[in-house]
């Protein structure tokens, strides 16, 4: 079994809903974690960042966690085209310990 | 903030070439940086770890004389590729993680080196 989870899609929606990116994991004892947005032949770029259980919103992204479950989620609102891309969870033990990512799920939006 | 810059953006070159990638943090001071390699439609996989002034850690299975890795400074890592062959063709990706903002703060990463060898 795989330390993170996450189903690689594709997933295609149509613009304007709201898009829902999950990723399961195995220990407990993670305490970071991340999403990170990787367009086609470029570098992830962090999302957001959340330490421990709760939500966690920015603009049209949140974030929610939940330990109990073992359970990430990202949520976009009001998607468009510019966020089609591939979407990475990523976790770690502590802030400066080694990033486990999920293996991404790409992510169309059509116009 | 936060940027990482990592260069060259592109390699192409022929087998037995050693090649050798640049990382830098542009507007903080790494005193960590990772090194991963990612395949097509595949999520990174982390090489190693280096902290400034000191040898990297390599993940197991990397071979560390064959992707030797220097940071010699707060701002730059470098990763070596030594005696590339087809099979090392890959996406490499750098990040940074620093001081000076705080605790808890994440990697941050360049925008990877796409090398294909001939």
């Known amino acids: 079994q795989k330390e993170v989870e996450q189903d690689p899609g594709p997933l295609s929606v149509p613009e304007g809903a709201i898009v829902s990116l999950n990723c399961t994991y195995s220990?407990?004892?993670?305490?970071?974690f991340m999403w990170y947005r990787q367009y086609s032949r470029k570098g992830p770029e962090l999302l957001m960042y959340?330490?421990?259980?709760g939500n966690k919103e920015d603009g049209r992204f949140t974030a929610q966690v939940d330990k109990s479950s073992k359970y990430i989620s990202l949520f976009i609102r009001d998607s468009q085209p510019s966020d089609s891309a591939t979407y990475l969870c990523?976790?770690?033990?502590?802030?400066?310990?080694?990033?486990?990512f999920g293996s991404g799920t790409r992510l169309s939006i059509r116009p | 903030g936060a940027v990482v810059s990592q260069h060259p953006s592109r390699v192409i070159c022929k087998s037995g070439t050693s090649v050798k990638i640049e990382c830098r943090s542009l507007?903080?001071?790494?005193?960590?940086m990772f090194w991963y390699r990612q395949f097509p439609k595949q999520s990174l996989m982390l090489m190693a770890t280096?902290?400034?002034?000191?040898?990297?850690?390599?993940e197991q299975g990397v071979e560390k004389d064959k992707f030797l890795i220097n940071h010699a400074s707060l701002t730059l890592s470098t990763l070596t590729v030594t005696s590339a062959h087809p099979e090392d063709s890959s996406f490499y990706i750098c990040?940074?993680?620093?001081?000076?903002?705080?605790?808890?703060?994440?990697?941050?990463f360049g925008d990877g080196t796409r090398l294909s060898i001939l």
């Open positions: 220990n407990s004892a993670f305490q970071y």
């Open positions: 990040s940074a993680m620093g001081s000076g903002f705080g605790s808890n703060q994440p990697q941050h």
């Open positions: 959340t330490y421990s259980s």
């Open positions: 507007d903080f001071q790494a005193t960590t």
């Open positions: 280096s902290n400034e002034g000191s040898k990297a850690t390599y």
């Open positions: 990523a976790m770690s033990y502590s802030s400066a310990s080694k990033i486990i």
